[in-house]
Protein backbone atom coordinates (compact mmCIF):
# COMPACT_ATOMS: atom_id res chain seq x y z
CA UNK A 1 0.00 0.00 0.00
CA UNK A 2 2.62 2.53 0.82
CA UNK A 3 4.46 1.46 -2.40
CA UNK A 4 1.46 2.13 -4.39
CA UNK A 5 1.27 5.67 -2.87
CA UNK A 6 4.70 6.37 -3.33
CA UNK A 7 5.41 5.83 -6.43
CA UNK A 8 2.04 7.39 -7.73
CA UNK A 9 1.15 5.06 -10.55
CA UNK A 10 -1.88 3.27 -9.30
CA UNK A 11 -0.42 -0.13 -9.21
CA UNK A 12 2.62 -2.12 -8.66
CA UNK A 13 4.49 -5.03 -10.40
CA UNK A 14 4.36 -8.58 -8.27
CA UNK A 15 7.31 -10.69 -9.38
CA UNK A 16 8.71 -13.92 -8.02
CA UNK A 17 12.44 -15.07 -7.22
CA UNK A 18 13.86 -14.46 -10.72
CA UNK A 19 12.47 -11.44 -11.13
CA UNK A 20 9.33 -12.16 -13.43
CA UNK A 21 6.19 -10.54 -12.99
CA UNK A 22 3.83 -12.66 -11.86
CA UNK A 23 1.13 -10.06 -10.62
CA UNK A 24 0.05 -6.18 -10.04
CA UNK A 25 -1.85 -4.60 -7.48
CA UNK A 26 -3.50 -2.14 -8.54
CA UNK A 27 -5.51 1.24 -6.38
CA UNK A 28 -8.72 -1.04 -7.75
CA UNK A 29 -7.07 -4.27 -5.60
CA UNK A 30 -6.57 -2.48 -2.78
CA UNK A 31 -10.52 -1.15 -2.88
CA UNK A 32 -12.25 -4.41 -3.29
CA UNK A 33 -10.40 -5.74 -0.69
CA UNK A 34 -10.41 -3.15 1.79
CA UNK A 35 -13.50 -4.56 3.42
CA UNK A 36 -12.00 -8.17 4.02
CA UNK A 37 -9.50 -7.35 6.68
CA UNK A 38 -7.04 -6.38 4.16
CA UNK A 39 -4.05 -5.78 6.26
CA UNK A 40 -4.09 -9.74 6.99
CA UNK A 41 -4.28 -10.64 3.80
CA UNK A 42 -1.46 -12.01 1.81
CA UNK A 43 -0.13 -10.37 -1.56
CA UNK A 44 -1.53 -13.42 -3.58
CA UNK A 45 -4.22 -12.79 -2.64
CA UNK A 46 -5.20 -8.91 -3.57
CA UNK A 47 -3.15 -8.96 -6.53
CA UNK A 48 -4.48 -9.37 -10.07
CA UNK A 49 -2.60 -12.58 -11.91
CA UNK A 50 -1.68 -12.66 -15.50
CA UNK A 51 -1.53 -8.73 -15.80
CA UNK A 52 -2.11 -7.34 -19.36
CA UNK A 53 1.38 -6.18 -20.66
CA UNK A 54 3.44 -4.63 -23.54
CA UNK A 55 6.63 -5.62 -24.67
CA UNK A 56 9.08 -2.30 -25.58
CA UNK A 57 8.57 -2.42 -29.80
CA UNK A 58 4.48 -2.77 -29.23
CA UNK A 59 3.00 0.01 -31.18
CA UNK A 60 1.25 2.66 -29.30
CA UNK A 61 -1.47 2.06 -30.83
CA UNK A 62 -1.48 -1.54 -29.94
CA UNK A 63 -0.92 -0.50 -26.20
CA UNK A 64 -4.07 1.95 -26.17
CA UNK A 65 -6.20 -0.44 -27.25
CA UNK A 66 -5.16 -3.29 -25.06
CA UNK A 67 -5.92 -0.42 -22.41
CA UNK A 68 -9.43 0.32 -23.54
CA UNK A 69 -10.09 -3.25 -24.57
CA UNK A 70 -9.25 -4.23 -20.80
CA UNK A 71 -10.51 -1.31 -18.79
CA UNK A 72 -7.59 -1.17 -17.42
CA UNK A 73 -5.39 2.49 -16.69
CA UNK A 74 -1.66 0.91 -16.87
CA UNK A 75 -0.53 -1.84 -19.05
CA UNK A 76 3.50 -3.18 -17.52
CA UNK A 77 6.07 -3.34 -19.85
CA UNK A 78 8.02 -6.79 -19.76
CA UNK A 79 10.90 -7.77 -22.09
CA UNK A 80 10.58 -11.56 -21.90
CA UNK A 81 8.93 -11.66 -18.16
CA UNK A 82 10.89 -9.07 -16.44
CA UNK A 83 9.23 -5.67 -15.89
CA UNK A 84 11.26 -3.35 -17.41
CA UNK A 85 8.61 -0.17 -16.89
CA UNK A 86 4.88 0.73 -17.27
CA UNK A 87 2.34 2.82 -19.79
CA UNK A 88 -0.26 4.61 -17.81
CA UNK A 89 -3.15 6.01 -19.81
CA UNK A 90 -1.81 9.79 -18.41
CA UNK A 91 1.24 9.17 -20.81
CA UNK A 92 -0.62 7.93 -23.67
CA UNK A 93 -2.96 11.21 -23.03
CA UNK A 94 0.02 13.66 -22.53
CA UNK A 95 1.70 12.37 -25.73
CA UNK A 96 -1.59 12.86 -27.97
CA UNK A 97 -2.11 9.19 -28.65
CA UNK A 98 -5.60 8.97 -26.93
Do not use: W
Amino acid sequence: ILELSRKGFGCVAITDADGALVGIITDGDIRRHIGSNLLAMTVDQVMTKGPKTATPDTLVATALQTINNSAITSLMVVEGRKPVGLIHLHDLLRIGAA
